[in-house]
């Protein structure tokens, strides 16, 4: 069922050429005594585990799925899948960036990034099991009580116990204004929590003895909308005063969802009758709270769908070189072969530097953002971490976005590169394309996420965020501007900066006039605005190429290579979606809605 092997040599040349992370992290008081050989160790042992013990699994998890008991309400995983938790958890890798007063190791975030990829490239549906335990442990040890983090936040943090979030309802996906879940105060401050929740990814499980739900609902008195949700923790297991297993709690699975991909994670309709659970943070400012883990998960779907393309490209580029159909245009390029290998064809290249390309774009820019994410929670000039934290605000929701379509395009050519053999189950490529797409809608669709990045991170401060971002492509077009060598790239960079500009400028002012032409705009312009960052990320890394094409290594020439192609093939889809975003609204809503 193909191979995955970690991208190592790329994942090197991000944190030590293009962001020299050893450097970066010495201002950074926790983490100034890390060198590039821990990294590399990391690295290595997490290539290791996911290309030996967890890839091996993906195929499986797919056939397999997870098998709900609706007499005793649980859930079994596919083959493997627990035996692999615990490998997980022995290694000590849940434990990797989180605080060491819990029992974490205290890395930072920017190593843990590339081994999220890893995670996602060998097995995207098992990673999520941990995956959203990190999320409860972060939105727990911001907001949880003393007592609460004392109880919950070791065992989370070891992987003893996952975590969730438990959000959507039947009625009501992203406008969670309309959730009727209820929360019931009792005497001893506790609350009995009734409500059915939906989509609820690794509700239920045999994987860890104990599952922490972190639930929105509502109080009694609570107002109406989004300003009336608390949250609540709610476990399955309710521990006992020294950290044992206590009472069964009354939230069950009812059902899993049968689903298009991601078959490996239990994906639950969650009830709830009378459950107890504990407030986090203040009453009616759940959503506050609840953020923490959604902008943590937002961040991991888009290296879910980082992680899918560089596996997708991998297998198919292997399969390109092996397959053999028809001659080359210009002439037979294996003549002792009764026809030449697929790579040859220029169509074929298209798809796979798409995929390529796209993989080492997401790579610089994923690393660059769990880079600002250290600078924001660790450096100690108040300045340098405000400055972090807007950029972190600002990119979110293109990590989310641009790398989830991204994704989606680069699994879907890898499959095509594959023809007819693609749509077959053995290969394992129609696997990706199906696990790709889920990473469009959930944790906030794209449509959403543009509109957040339009509407909420743009024009609600008057593009000071986006300025911050424009700040450090001014800078680098500005000294490279006279380097002959760079123009190819810098060229372009700046094109693209200046458009990004004058659009951003002209949807404001339509707006004031019609919010309808955020809504219009939103999706083109958050694709633009992803392309401006990928060309600044793809210039930078052509400058270290360049002076380095020479060095005997041919990583740097196809480094380059890969940034022209980028350059030529990918960024001009620009032209046509700032055409679509200055359409605006009326072709969008001038045919009445009976009329469709």
Known sequence: MGQYNAPLRDMHFVLHELLDVTSELKALPAHADIDTDTINQILEEGAKFTSKVLFPLNHIGDVEGCRLNSDTHEVTTPTGFKEAYRQFVEAGWPALTCDPEYGGQGLPIVVYNPLAEMLNSSN???????????????????????????????????????????????????????????????????????????????????????????????????????KGISLFLVPKFIPNADGSLGARNAITCGALEEKMGIHGNATCQMNLDDASGWLIGQPNKGLNAMFVMMNAARLGVGMQSLGLTEVAFQNALAYAKERLQMRSLSGPKAPDKPADPIIVHPDVRRMLLTAKAYAEGGR?????????????????????????????????????????????????????????????????????VRDARINMIYEGTNTIQSLDLLGRKIL?????????????????????????????????????????????????????????????AAVPYLRVVGHLVYSYFFARMAKIALAKQDSGDTFYKAKLATARFYFARLLPETAMLIRQARSGAKPLLDLEAELF
């Open 124 to 226: 995207q549906a098992w990673y999520m099991y941990p995956g959203l335990s990190h999320g409860a442990y972060e939105c727990l040890h911001e907001h949880g009580t003393p007592e609460q983090k004392s109880m919950y936040l070791p065992k989370l943090v070891s992987g003893q116990w996952t975590g969730t979030m438990c959000l959507t309802e039947p009625h009501c996906g992203t406008d969670l204004g309309l959730l009727r879940s209820k929360a019931e105060p009792q005497a001893d401050g506790s609350y009995k929590i009734t409500g059915g929740k939906i989509f609820i990814s690794a509700g239920e499980h045999d994987m860890a003895e104990n599952i922490v739900h972190l639930v929105l609902a509502r109080l009694p008195d609570a107002p109406a909308g989004t």
């Open 364 to 432: 610089a820019f994923s690393s660059f953002v769990a880079l600002q994410i250290d600078r924001e929670l660790n450096h100690p000039d108040e300045e340098v971490r405000k400055d972090a934290a807007d950029l972190v605000t600002l990119l979110t929701p293109i990590i989310k976005a641009f790398m989830t379509d991204n994704g989606w395009i680069a699994t879907s050519e890898a499959m095509q590169v594959h023809g007819g053999m693609g749509f077959i189950r053995e290969t394992g490529m129609e696997q990706y």
């Open 460 to 520: 609600m401060d008057n593009g000071a965020k986006l300025k911050k971002f424009g700040a450090l492509v001014q800078a680098f077009v500005e000294e490279n501007g006279t380097d002959e060598a760079m123009n190819e790239f810098v060229t372009p960079l700046a094109d693209i900066g200046d458009k990004v500009s004058k659009l951003t400028m002209e949807i404001g002012m339509k707006a004031f006039q019609n919010q309808d032409e955020v809504g219009a």
